[in-house]
């Protein structure tokens, strides 16, 4: 015992003395992602993803030592706007990376950007900050949030669909999502229905989906509703017979529990685990290795978000407290995005590609989407064009 | 609206319905026996669906699971009682509220911890795995009308053990006047242990009896809970009679409502303000109806005799 503190003091010593005269040589992050409640499972993929990037790098961030902060929002905005808070003036972060849900998005928006730090968001990418809100300390790694609904509708004109049944929960998210579906198709919508937030139970909506024989369903079912509604979709014999397109629903964070029921299921997506790259195939061998479970959007968009920190530090020559510098870094976005196709759009949100993704089985027994075919290229989201930053 | 699809989804309602039934009869006898409110008992069912889930997986097979699920249920209801809520009995309502919220909270972050966030899921038995054509397109799994069958079994079940025997009996009077019973010599902590017991054991078994069509998750019971004080109080605080009346009734209502609810209002309105409008009204349907019986009778449809 003694011997141990006698050899830790002077290390703590050096440590201390060295920590006060590098006071700017540790580069700190934030991150705020939701870790309690039925979806935080998505939040451990963020984390998750965020820590193996920072791993990869020698546990540096643009070559400084990086120090990461994990707090849970608990997906409440008031207790995000606490912590945010916390996080900036408490622990001085210089980076803020969260979070998973829009609604904590909204709250936590403005005390980041207004601060000394830079605010990434892996997953949420509201309209609002696309558009005429954008702000130039704000980057998004993941879509603005319609993309992911667009694919389909896209998907469903193409394919020559000629009725839809749309299914979503009701709240705004909801509503987005069959509007974004809406707005690349132009076929009959048989009917368009909002469940309560929460619903368990689809068999109402099962069977009026069979009584209206649509081409296609789209749903948006996040978290616990999409396992249900998957699993009550194959057991009411409907997935042979019409086919299931849905965003947010069937992947790598709901298919553990989906299992079989959800295999031939669409989905729309930026990447999945097949992606053919060296950097993801990489990626993915490494979260598997690390974490027991395949890694989904959440976590590859979150390991995004520490490669462009990375980027931007660099580019800026780790010159922590030129913000016009790292910004500029962050708006370059110099990086090998685990997607290949990156480039950061002028509102701060990416220019990518987006694919038809579907659930296919592993030898391993585990389940994960696979890539069937690109839907959109280079695509700008819809709201860029109201942004005034420079282009 | 064709006549299939009305019955179709009134067989969705009876489902709902016995579900609520299942969790609602321990709620409306601890509440009505013991005067205690137990917002825990949602986390209850959840309980029970995790167990079912976690011995199934031990087992391989469904019946075990259950078979073993439900007396793990059982004592875990009666450690809850021992451990917590008995010392709660005599305090006033917000203290047991705030106490039983206060275990919502913990169990949910503690069955998190002991398995896992993500949602689990449990295969349907291949003896009910089966589904037979109800309308063109759509099965309607065998498993599902287990569930009716179960839950009315457990009715009648429990209809004659509350009016037919002495337990029975004890229960009842207790309901009516718990110090009564207690001067009559009769041991009234044991007569709450078992009805707390028996009642997480219901909520258990509806938890057991869903697992396989619904995921199993954290926070299962929160949603289900609300809807299960509905019955209650449209029932009748402490009636068994009145939950079972109720819960059909609520399930039917929640149901139909939702589903022809929007069509009804089609035929009234233009087709974008009904749906508005049926999108607003849905949710709300159950809440008119405990309104408006309570307007008209204050201590639910069966009220327990004061």
Known sequence: MFAKTKMLLPAALLALSSGALMAQEKVKV??????????????????????????????????????????????????????????????????????????????????????????????????????????????????????????????????????LFLMAPNYQAGRDALAGVKRHFKGEIVAEVYTPLGQLDFSAELAQIAAAKPDALFTFMPGGMGVNLVRQYRQAGLADAIPFLSAFTVDESTLPAQKEAAVGFFGGANWAPDMKNPQSEAFVKAYEAAYNSVPGTYAMQAYDAAMLIDAAIRSAGGKLGNKDAIRAGLRKADFKSLRGNFKMGHNGYPIQDFYLVQAVPRPDGKFQTSIRQKIFENYVDVYAKDCKLPK | MSMTLLYVQTLNGLQLGVLLFLIAAGLTLVFGVMDFINLAHGVQYMIGAYLAAMFTALTGNFFYGLALALPSALAFGLLLEFLIFRHLYDRDHLDQVLATFGIILFLNQAVKVVWGAAPLSVPIPDVLSGSIRLMDGLLYPVYRLAIIGSGLAIAVLLGILVSRTRIGMLVRAGASNAPMVSALGVDIGKLFMIVFGFGAMLAGFAGAMVAPILSVEPGMGDNLLILTFVVIVIGGIGSVRGAFIAAILVGLVDTLGRVFGPQVLRALMDPSAASQAGRALAPMLTYILMAAILFFRPGGLFPAKK
């Open chain 1, 30 to 163: 934030g991150i705020m992602v939701t870790l309690s409640g039925p979806p935080a499972v998505l939040g451990q993929q963020a984390r998750d993803g965020f820590n193996l990037a920072v791993k990869t790098l020698g546990g540096k961030l643009g070559g400084i030592n990086a120090e990461v902060i994990v707090v849970d929002d608990e997906l409440k905005p008031d207790v995000a706007v606490g912590k945010v808070k916390g996080l900036l003036e408490r622990d001085q972060v210089n980076f803020v990376v969260g979070p998973i849900f829009s609604n904590v998005l909204q709250a936590i928006h403005k005390p980041v950007v207004d601060s000394n730090a830079f605010l990434i968001s892996p997953n949420a990418g509201t309209s609002n900050f696309a558009g005429a809100q954008c702000n130039a300390n704000f980057y998004v790694t993941s879509y603005q949030n319609d993309q992911n609904h667009e694919v389909l509708g896209k998907y469903a004109q193409d394919k020559g669909f000629k009725k």
